[in-house]
């Protein structure tokens, strides 16, 4: 069963930004509070990757998106975020969510296009 829908995505320029939410609909907020929730991506052709997560009030970033992306949690919300600034072409893929720890079953994502 689906935990994670995720939106927000488009089409941006080189150098724009885009906020993508994740929201968890079927989860009780106690249970929401406790997830080590990420942000991953996929392009074509490429296998799935870490983009950040959030981890008991820690964030981790990959390499590639550090000083660029924020992520962050709006727990009463149940949903989670992730800013993106400064895209560039290679920020293009789909988008998705899941638990850090013992993942859910994958979401549609959203998909991201960056032009140059």
């Known amino acids: 069963q689906v935990q994670f829908v995720e939106s927000g995505g488009g089409l941006a320029q080189s150098g724009g930004s885009l906020r993508l939410s994740c929201k968890a609909p079927?989860?009780?907020?106690?249970?929401?509070?406790?997830?080590?929730l990420g942000w991953y991506r996929q392009a074509p052709g490429e296998q799935r990757e870490f983009v950040a997560s959030s981890e008991n009030g820690l964030t981790h970033y990959a390499d590639s998106v550090k000083g660029r992306f924020t992520i962050s949690r709006d727990n009463s919300r149940k949903t989670l975020y992730l800013y993106m600034n400064d895209l560039k072409p290679e920020d293009t893929a789909v988008y998705y969510c899941?638990?850090?720890?013992?993942?859910?079953?994958w979401g549609q994502g959203t998909q991201v296009t960056v032009s140059s």
């Open positions: 079927r989860m009780i907020f106690s249970t929401f509070v406790g997830q080590d």
């Open positions: 899941n638990n850090v720890r013992t993942p859910a079953s």
